[in-house]
């Protein structure tokens, strides 16, 4: 999947390019560009980002290969929990006292 994003990526900034090639020159009374140009600009934006975000919703939704997961720690025994003190409804009793 991550080769499809770089490719995705790389559709989406070559489209990018184009249409900066496309819309600079319309500041400058530039009117008439070539078709394949606009079909690149457009084509690349489009695709590019198609691609990635297929890629990446792909690669989210697969599950993580065994490799990657963290087995459970099993050489430490589980915790063992003390119970609370008991006390009395007026408090632990003094020391000293029976």
């Not at 900034?13 to 140009?37: D, M, Q």
């Not at 459970?72 to 007026?90: G, L, Q, R, S, V």
Request: cysteine-free; hydrophobic content about 50%; overall charge negative.
């Amino acid at each position: 999947m991550d080769m499809l994003v770089r490719i995705g990526t790389s559709l989406f900034a070559v489209g990018l390019v184009a249409t900066a090639i496309i819309i600079i020159p319309f500041f400058f009374g530039v009117t008439e560009r070539p078709t394949w140009l606009n079909v690149l600009a457009a084509g690349g934006l489009t695709i590019g980002l198609g691609v990635a975000l297929v890629a990446i919703v792909a690669a989210v939704l697969s599950p993580a290969p065994a490799d990657e997961t963290e087995p459970p720690d099993e050489t430490e025994p589980p915790e063992e929990t003390e119970p609370p003190e008991e006390t009395t409804a007026a408090g632990p009793a003094p020391a000293g006292t029976s």
